[in-house]
């Protein structure tokens, strides 16, 4: 278990509150499009610290995972309904690759360059 059953707590509150926000309306077709956002990244990310739950993990764990998978898909849903082609962004495997290229950029890891020419010469 990745993830502290708290700290997944914690993390679905705060959905939930976004969730009842007053611009949100109480049927899925009308969660505002940047909801729809929070909802899968959010989903995703806390999917991703978990893990995979088995027989003797906690059963609030296992709950919280599949309330997590359930957004998730509702989220993805309503992204390739109103959207289709920018649902690929959306995938969870894209999203994670978004996460891994913002941890590689928040720790200076890459190169930088000054101007288009220097990128172009250092491709030959």
């Known amino acids: 278990m990745a993830v502290a059953l708290e700290e997944v707590q914690t993390h679905m509150r705060e959905i939930a509150s976004v969730l ?4 949100a309306s109480s049927t899925p077709s009308h969660i505002p499009d940047d909801l729809l956002g929070t909802i899968a990244r959010a989903s995703d990310r806390l999917l991703e610290e978990i893990g995979e739950v088995g ?30 082609d920018q ?33 172009l010469a250092s491709l030959d």
Do not use: K
Not at 101 to 112: P, Q
């Open 20 to 23: 009842r926000e007053p611009r």
């Open 87 to 119: 649902a690929w962004f959306w995938t969870p495997e894209w999203q994670r690759r978004e996460r891994e290229a913002d941890a590689r950029i928040a720790a200076s890891l890459g190169t930088r360059y000054d101007s288009d020419a220097a990128f």
């Open 55 to 84: 027989p003797g993990d906690d059963l609030q764990l296992a709950v919280a995972r599949a309330l997590l998978e359930s957004m998730r898909v509702l989220a993805a849903g309503l992204i390739q309904e109103r959207y289709p």
